[in-house]
């Protein structure tokens, strides 16, 4: 054979004259496709952890700013009820010691301070004379008492208060007991 009837080496276009061209065998070219999506899902993967932390750091602003609030609330209602007991003690160390004026005193600060609860849903938890119910009472004694039916609440020690329906503090009380038998 002579030279003229030989074909010459393939070139490619974008390679530079001389360069071999070197064919990707098809699991390699898998195996590159494969990477450049692992590291798609990766960056996908950092974007949604990062967004997760953010949102649950605003979660907790909010809240964090929400319990400020209703605090800033509660102590503006608060406030006058303190007002209120500085004056009445300020009144009475100044020399006007009526015994009747005290009482009184503490009670106008008795009811301000019960309507500002109550305006947040602090409610007392009735006990006098009702079945003693262990979910809202605490029986600190029993006592047997005339006419009174055994469980039935005799006296309240301490009351007790509801937020919504949720017991704050359960009503400290004496219930009946058994009547005694000749």
Do not use: C, W
Request: aromatic share 2%; net charge negative; no cysteine.
């Amino acid at each position: 054979m002579n030279r003229t009837d030989e074909q010459p080496d393939p070139v490619e276009p974008n390679t530079p004259e001389g360069e071999p061209t070197v064919e990707i065998p098809a699991h390699e070219r898998e195996v590159a496709k494969l990477r450049e999506e692992r590291d798609q899902f990766e960056q996908q993967l950092q974007r949604a952890l990062a967004d997760t932390a953010n949102m649950r750091r605003r979660q907790k602003q909010e809240l964090d700013d929400g319990k400020r609030r209703v605090l800033e609330g509660l102590t503006q209602e608060l406030l006058p009820v303190l007002d209120s007991f500085s004056m009445a003690l300020q009144a009475y160390d100044g020399g006007n010691s009526d015994p009747k004026s005290l009482i009184d005193g503490i009670r106008m600060v008795r009811t301000l301070l019960t309507g500002a609860l109550e305006r947040h849903g602090l409610q007392e938890i009735p006990a006098a004379a009702l079945p003693f119910d262990p979910s809202r009472h605490e029986a600190v004694s029993v006592e047997t008492a005339a006419g009174v039916p055994e469980g039935q609440i005799v006296r309240v020690l301490q009351a007790g208060y509801l937020l919504g329906d949720r017991v704050v503090r359960h009503s400290r009380v004496v219930v009946a007991g058994p009547a005694k038998k000749d």
